[in-house]
């Protein structure tokens, strides 16, 4: 079962509604979600919320040391209540995604996500789960920077709160450990609208025309 769950981000109002955030967004909503409420917490450097579950105590974590150090957060809360790295999910923003979908994966290399990065330099390994959230890429390597810092355009953001809608419809399969069936859910495209029926020939509002009147024979022909 997933026992933490992390959300990357950077503090401060002027990074708030940023692409680099949504691993924020993601862990709001699910605060929302499980009526918890994140409170500051100086021993872990972040925002923590500890929520009841029948499956056990499950934490909430969003690091306040800023990205580049989200493994100072991560590390400690994780050894002091003894959680295990296969009972981590983070979630986080990620460029090779397009807004509107979500991935799932356990372990894996950082991909050059500085978050990332540090929670696997903290913990020793890179065997937790992440949960990637669609930002899409700006096309070019030397624009992501700034990117990644920038709000994102009105159809993106509306397509990320679509995936963290999705992903969220998970829970309960996260936190119950089954994790095969939570990446289907989590994966899982929505179905096609079907084309609409060809509309039906409208029909004709004139009487059909009477069969024509046979021509009598002309002189020398033969009648029929």
């Not at 493994?71 to 400690?76: E, L, M, R, S, T």
């Not at 990332?116 to 990637?132: M, P, S, V």
């Not at 709160?161 to 990446?183: C, N, P, R, V, Y």
């Amino acid at each position: 079962m997933i026992r933490l769950f992390v959300g990357l981000g950077n503090p401060g109002a002027e990074y708030e509604a940023t692409r680099h955030n949504a691993g924020f967004w993601w862990i709001d909503a699910l605060a929302d979600k499980l009526g918890a409420r994140l409170q500051p917490e100086r021993s872990y450097h972040g925002l923590v919320a500890r929520v009841n579950r029948p499956e056990g105590p499950v934490w909430l974590l969003e690091p306040m040391t800023y990205m580049n150090r989200s493994g100072q957060a991560v590390a400690p809360l994780a050894r002091f209540f003894k959680i295990e790295p296969a009972q981590i999910l983070v979630v986080h923003d990620e460029l090779d995604i397009e807004p509107g979908q979500a991935k799932l994966k356990r372990g894996g290399s950082a991909a050059g996500h500085n978050g990332l990065k540090d929670i696997q330099a903290q913990l020793g390994t890179q065997d937790f789960w992440r949960l990637r959230l669609g930002i899409g890429h700006p096309g070019h390597r030397a624009e992501v920077v700034d990117y990644v810092l920038r709000k994102p355009a009105p159809e993106h953001r509306e397509g990320i709160h679509k995936a963290i809608e999705q992903s969220l419809g998970a829970t309960d399969l996260l936190l119950a450990g089954q994790m095969d069936a939570a990446l289907q859910k989590i994966h899982a495209q929505p179905p096609r609208p079907k084309p609409p029926r060809p509309a039906p020939a409208p029909a004709s509002s004139n009487p059909p025309a009477a069969p024509a009147a046979a021509e009598p024979p002309t002189e020398g022909d033969p009648e029929p």
